[in-house]
């Protein structure tokens, strides 16, 4: 008789960071039962992601549009999981995320309180933002026991994300890279301009490292496209590659490169994962919340004393928390590298 794990269905969060950060939960699942199958309830875009992770065994695709609550999708994926998994673990803390397992009469379902989804969670958790002081720390604590959550003094995983060299051969050519040594800048961060180090310092930064023989890979959406040519107009070796990649070819397109310079954002957590060095720069948000989860970063935040806000919006109007952030700090970093 071939013997079996434990059939776990984690319902995934909605942004690529987050989900990034969710590998360190899958990691935990795994190294206690290596035998568990880990499936994810996850919006379609994070399908490429979730496929570099050796950890995840199947993606069940929720297509709801971001805030709509799609009662008739979530009704028609959880009657297609009904019967399929022992136990679910919902890393959102709201209240349409703890739908699908509790419609699917999933047995055992944990997460942490919140928007009166007490009904929904039978296997339900109080969190305590000074112990569990970091998203990545919350994620986690959702896969141990509450006793052994309690303390918040237990292993995180570092995520890590699978490359395809055979994707990142067809990338270079599609794309006309070169043999240079690339640095990748990701410029966008869709939480809002307070997390966005400016344009002009990634441009005068980018100037600088082609003089010094490298090539720039500027990354990101299609929503970052503009961005992405204020920083390449007219530089040679600069490639504004925002709107032209998947997801996946990003994860490929970074672990090619020798650092990244980014603000907190999804694509940082995508670099810090494929093993790329990180120029990490913080404004309004806090690295102690949110820092990338690798040995292999340099984080650069100011701590000024109206930092961290928090805020998506500048509430003074200056930014000085990025604006005093200089490009000659962030270049010295990079060369200290080599």
Not at 62 to 72: N, P, Q, R, S
Not at 178 to 188: D, F, H, L, Q, Y
Not at 191 to 213: C, H, I, M, N, S
Not at 296 to 324: I, M
Request: hydrophobic residues 40%; neutral net charge.
């Amino acid at each position: 008789m071939v013997e079996t794990g434990e059939r776990i269905l984690v319902v995934g969060p909605s942004w690529v960071g987050d989900m990034v950060m969710a590998q360190s939960l899958f990691k935990t699942l795994k190294g206690r039962d290596p035998q568990a199958r880990i499936g994810v309830v996850a919006p379609a875009w994070s399908q490429p992601i979730l496929e570099r992770m050796d950890e995840v065994d199947e993606v069940a695709g929720l297509e709801v549009g971001h805030g709509e609550f799609g009662w008739a999708p979530r009704r028609r994926l959880a009657a297609s999981l009904r019967g399929r998994f022992d136990r679910a673990i919902v890393l959102p803390r709201s209240w349409k995320s703890a739908l699908v397992p509790f419609l699917a009469r999933i047995p055992r379902r944990t997460g942490f309180l919140g928007e009166q989804r007490y009904a929904l969670l039978n296997d339900r958790r109080r969190l305590d933002k000074a112990v569990l002081d970091q998203t990545v720390k919350r994620f986690v604590a959702l896969g141990l026991t509450a006793e052994e959550a309690a303390t918040g003094d237990f292993a995180i995983p570092r995520p890590a994300l699978r490359r395809d060299d055979v994707n990142l051969t067809a990338l270079r050519e599609r794309l006309g890279l070169s043999e240079r040594p690339a640095i990748a800048m990701m410029p966008g961060a869709e939480y809002g301009p307070a997390k966005q180090w400016p344009l002009a310092y990634f441009r005068t930064l980018a100037e600088t490292l082609v003089d010094d023989g490298y090539e720039v890979r500027v990354l990101g959406g299609p929503k970052d496209a503009g961005a992405g040519e204020t920083i390449a107009a007219g530089l040679g070796h600069v490639h504004n590659l925002c709107g032209q990649t998947r997801l996946a070819d990003a994860v490929d397109l970074l672990a090619d490169c020798r650092q990244a310079v980014t603000n907190d954002s999804g694509l940082m957590h995508v670099a810090a994962a494929a093993g790329t060095r990180v120029q990490a720069v913080y404004g309004s948000s806090s690295p102690a919340y949110t820092p990338p989860l690798t040995d292999n970063a340099e984080v650069h935040y100011l701590a000024l004393d109206c930092s961290p806000c928090f805020e998506r919006n500048c509430p003074l109007g200056h930014t000085n928390c990025l604006k005093q952030l200089s490009p000659a700090r962030v270049l010295a970093a990079i060369r200290a590298e080599g």
